[in-house]
């Protein structure tokens, strides 16, 4: 039983227990989350007049602050407690408060009864439980270390093998031989046939390296090292070859996880890595602000360059450099045959900035021309994956000639199309979520039925789920994408337990302690977003221009507003037109504060203006929002609205521009996963308001780098923009310090070289592992083949039946 109950029911707050409840059995709502049970236990104490301490710190106060949900039924209540993170309970408080513990299955049947869908006399549901397949495998205790999880992994399984030195030590040589590069072999040779031999091997190779200058290029001794057994991938000069010889012969006489993760992270490993990203416009240009075409797209652009760099380095560095080896990374996407003026129905494209990055189109099969010929929305393209894949798997073998060594997926699409990509090439699968839509939506799973015909939510988080389970390894930008925060459910973790009423039950759809989960994040392209104060890297005629589109230009095709005043601070956003980027909110929030519009112009770059040019009825809504918030405020000449897709050198220089003016950056999306513009405005030194749901909790700290405001207390979030425009008005220097250390936090901390040095020693390690420990993991996949046959399958046919009549 929790202590917080415990310690309600033991104390005189019993009898408030009683009385809240009773109140809240006395209002309309039936199906309390946080935020509602927060507001009405604030009530509760106020009607009461209840010191703050007992809103507070009472052990009511610290239950009800621990709360996720309640559920009133006719004779008790359901109360899920979230007392820690990734850790949840549910209880039954009956009238007289008794008090019992619920079973998952019990809870998810109370959510199916509260949506009419609960039918005990005509048997049970499907129930979806993964966690028989993880009672094998190791997970991590401490809720701080979930996102941590291959050093975790490292300890866990390597002090496993070192127990038994001498499979160990057949696994490592087992593990060396293995490696080859377009049929040349590397690493060792026939010529050492043994472990045994190996460590003598490693002496002698030692040995002969500590005669040689350190600097000696490894070309001039490569047939020396060829005759002791050692073939390249050791280094690059004569010290590298030392140093690597040095690690494995450390790891074969005293093996400890540090220096096999030093080993692993520095052999050639990974010469061929595919990004699938299928759905949206995917491109280099004039895609960016189209509906599902975000910052998905920055990141997989700009991960590619990053990682084909990063792999040219490596392999320079462990001398492979004389087999002329050429690693290659290539974005898979889906070629759209109506390309609307973008590149997308061009089947090959260089990345700019490349050697041999590529985005690869391949196209949706025909079925209706209708649908396939253009583009289709990331809710709707389920129906065209698997034969995808099958065309995929062609074009991606011609395009390496090979396999490749890691597959990464982006999003469900790409994650379902990671995990059959994988399951075919048996190549290692890593997943990048971006954002999972569950839990943007609030109930979309318990209404799924109402919600399908839109979204399609049921064969989305089918595909999470099989996706998710299936990965080697995913990585997550934030903490918190995985398991929250202690007040609000992570994303992944919202897939731990649910319901899809008459579909299925989710008993347990995730282990969030498993250590295939790792935080990377991303970072920002440095040659577009750089600090405004870097005015030798700028260019005059662009600054000009740029100031000119944003605050005078009249282009009525493009832009809304004309300025009354354009010399006021802009308050700056750019964002898709998404309800959830909540631009109107903001909009609203300026609308409502005749302070804020006294000092500040209010500047977007979003969307489309007009509402015919668009095909998105979420985009749509927002257009008819934004205009009814200017009339209604009367904004005109406080507001400028650029429906503008602008060339990526633009979008860097647009945040300086704001910047050399003294504006300010505000992002209100209800949740936002990561947000890359926060990282873009804060490198380009402008001080940045972003929400407080989502990754940008992580990546500001509130008063130090940046901001955090509440998007669903648009008061609060005026005064708070308010108080720091007005210091800013008597003092400058207040704005130059948060713009300086909003700019330190992205260059300490969200950088692409840090991101892919990681990834890739990821990819290495969890090969490494999945190699060397053969872990048994093909009962999880039949199985997650089973669901993908079983229930995505039959629902994306469906799906592709109706597309049949458009
Ligand atoms: N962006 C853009 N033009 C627009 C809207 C967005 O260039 O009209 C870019 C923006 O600079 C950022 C990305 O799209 O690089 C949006 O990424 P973010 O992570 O902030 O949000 P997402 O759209 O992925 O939800
Ligand atoms: C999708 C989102 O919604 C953003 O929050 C992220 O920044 C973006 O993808 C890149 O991961």
Same mark, same amino acid.
Request: proline letters at 6%.
């Given at each position: 039983m929790s202590a917080l109950i415990q310690a309600v029911l033991n104390s005189e707050e019993k009898s408030d227990l009683r009385q809240f409840v009773s109140e809240l059995r006395g209002e309309e709502q039936r199906y309390l989350l946080r935020n509602d049970i927060l507001g009405a236990f604030g009530r509760y104490c106020s009607q009461n007049d209840k010191p703050a301490s007992f809103q507070s710190s009472s052990s009511l106060g610290r239950l009800i602050s621990y709360t996720q949900e309640i559920i009133l039924e006719d004779e008790s209540l359901c109360i899920i407690v979230r007392p820690n993170i990734a850790h949840q309970e549910t209880y039954r408080l009956f009238d007289d408060l008794a008090i019992e513990p619920m079973s998952v299955q019990e809870l998810l049947d109370v959510r199916d009864r509260f949506v009419n869908h609960f039918h005990p006399n005509e048997g049970d549901v499907l129930e979806i439980d993964f966690q028989p397949f993880y009672d094998y495998s190791p997970t991590l205790r401490d809720p701080k270390?979930?996102?941590?999880?291959?050093?975790?992994?490292?300890?866990?399984?390597?002090?496993?093998?070192?127990?038994?030195?001498?499979?160990?030590?057949?696994?490592l040589y087992e593990f060396l031989n293995l490696h080859s590069y377009d049929g040349t072999q590397l690493l060792i040779n026939g010529r050492i046939k043994s472990q045994r031999q190996l460590s003598d091997q490693i002496k002698q190779a030692l040995n002969f390296v500590n005669e040689l200058p350190p600097e000696q290029p490894y070309a001039e001794f490569r047939f020396d090292l060829q005759t002791l057994g050692f073939e390249p991938g050791w280094g690059n000069t004569a010290s590298r070859v030392r140093e690597t010889l040095e690690i494995l012969d450390a790891l074969i006489d005293s093996p400890d996880d540090r220096s096999l993760d030093?080993?692993?992270?520095?052999?050639?490993?990974?010469?061929?890595?595919?990004?699938?990203?299928?759905?949206?416009?995917?491109?280099?240009?004039?895609?960016?602000?189209?509906?599902d075409t975000g910052g998905q797209v920055v990141y997989v652009l700009d991960q590619a360059r990053s990682l084909e760099k990063q792999l040219q380095e490596d392999l320079i560095l462990a001398g492979l450099d004389v087999l002329k080896v050429h690693p290659k990374v290539v974005i898979l996407t889906r070629l759209i045959p109506n390309a609307d003026g973008t590149l997308c129905n061009q089947r090959l494209e260089k990345v700019h900035g490349t050697d041999n990055a590529w985005i690869l189109r391949v196209p949706f099969r025909e079925f209706n021309p209708n649908v396939t010929n253009h583009w289709i929305s990331r809710f709707e393209i389920w129906p065209y994956l698997e034969t995808y894949v099958i065309d995929s798997e062609r074009e991606l073998l011609a395009e390496f000639q090979g396999k490749p060594d890691l597959i990464v997926g982006n999003y469900s699409d790409g994650n379902l199309v990671a995990f059959l990509l994988s399951r075919r090439l048996q190549v290692t699968q890593c997943n990048i979520a971006h954002a999972l839509e569950k839990s943007k939506y609030l109930f979309s799973n318990l209404y799924w039925q109402e919600l399908d015909e839109q979204y399609h939510f049921s064969i989305q988080f089918t595909a999470d789920l099989i996706a998710m389970n299936a990965a080697n390894f995913i990585i997550s930008s934030t903490y918190q994408e995985i398991v929250g925060t202690p007040d609000s459910v992570g994303q992944y973790e919202s897939y731990a337990c649910f319901s899809m009423p008459d579909l299925y039950h989710v008993v347990n759809g995730i282990e969030l302690f498993s250590p295939k989960f790792n935080v990377v994040p991303p970072g920002v392209n440095e040659s577009v977003y750089f600090p405004y104060s870097r005015t030798e890297d700028r260019v005059p005629a662009n600054r000009e221009r740029i100031e000119d589109l944003l605050f005078t230009a009249e282009e009525p095709e493009h832009i809304f507003g004309k300025l009354d005043d354009p010399s006021k601070r802009p308050l700056f956003s750019m964002a898709r037109l998404d309800r959830i980027k909540n631009l109107t909110g903001l909009a609203e929030c300026f609308g409502r504060s005749p302070e804020l519009q006294e000092r500040c112009n209010l500047?977007?770059?979003?969307?489309?203006?007009?509402?015919?040019?668009?095909?998105? /009825?979420? #985009? *749509?809504?927002?257009?008819?929002?934004?205009?009814?918030? =200017?009339?209604?405020?009367? !904004?005109?000449?406080?507001?400028?609205?650029?429906?503008?897709?602008?060339?990526?050198?633009?979008?860097?220089?647009?945040?300086?521009?704001?910047?050399?003016?003294?504006?300010?950056?505000?992002?209100?999306?209800?949740?936002?996963?990561?947000?890359?513009?926060?990282?873009?405005?804060?490198?380009?030194?402008?001080?940045?308001?972003?929400?407080?749901?989502?990754? /940008?909790? #992580? *990546?500001?700290?509130?008063?130090?780098?940046?901001?955090? =405001?509440?998007?669903?207390? !648009?008061?609060?979030?005026?005064?708070?923009?308010?108080d720091f425009v007005s210091k800013c008005d008597q003092d400058p220097r207040a704005w130059e310090e948060i713009s300086k250390r909003g700019m330190d936090r992205v260059y300490s901390t969200y950088t692409w070289r840090i991101h892919t040095t990681r990834l890739l020693s990821l990819a290495k390690i969890y090969g490494f592992w999945n190699y060397t420990s053969k872990e048994k993991r093909e009962d999880m996949l039949r199985y997650l083949e089973a669901l993908f046959y079983l229930i995505y399958r039959p629902r994306a046919k469906a799906l592709l039946e109706k597309h049949s009549h458009r």
């Open positions: 270390n979930i996102g941590k999880g291959v050093a975790f992994l490292n300890r866990f399984l390597s002090s496993k093998l070192f127990q038994d030195p001498a499979q160990w030590l057949e696994a030093a080993f692993i992270s520095r052999i050639p490993m990974i010469f061929r890595i595919v990004l699938v990203s299928p759905h949206g416009w995917f491109g280099q240009e004039g895609v960016l602000g189209r509906p500047i977007l770059v979003a969307g489309k203006l007009r509402r015919e040019e668009s095909t998105d /009825p979420e #985009e *749509i809504s927002e257009i008819e929002k934004l205009y009814g918030l =200017i009339d209604q405020y009367n !904004l005109h000449g406080k507001i400028r609205w650029l429906g503008v897709r602008l060339p990526k050198g633009d979008s860097g220089e647009i945040y300086r521009v704001i910047a050399d003016r003294q504006g300010i950056f505000v992002q209100p999306a209800l949740f936002e996963a990561f947000g890359l513009t926060i990282l873009e405005a804060m490198i380009s030194g402008v001080p940045t308001f972003a929400t407080r749901f989502g990754g /940008p909790l #992580e *990546i500001i700290q509130d008063r130090v780098n940046g901001f955090y =405001i509440n998007p669903t207390h !648009l008061k609060e979030m005026a005064q708070k923009i308010l």
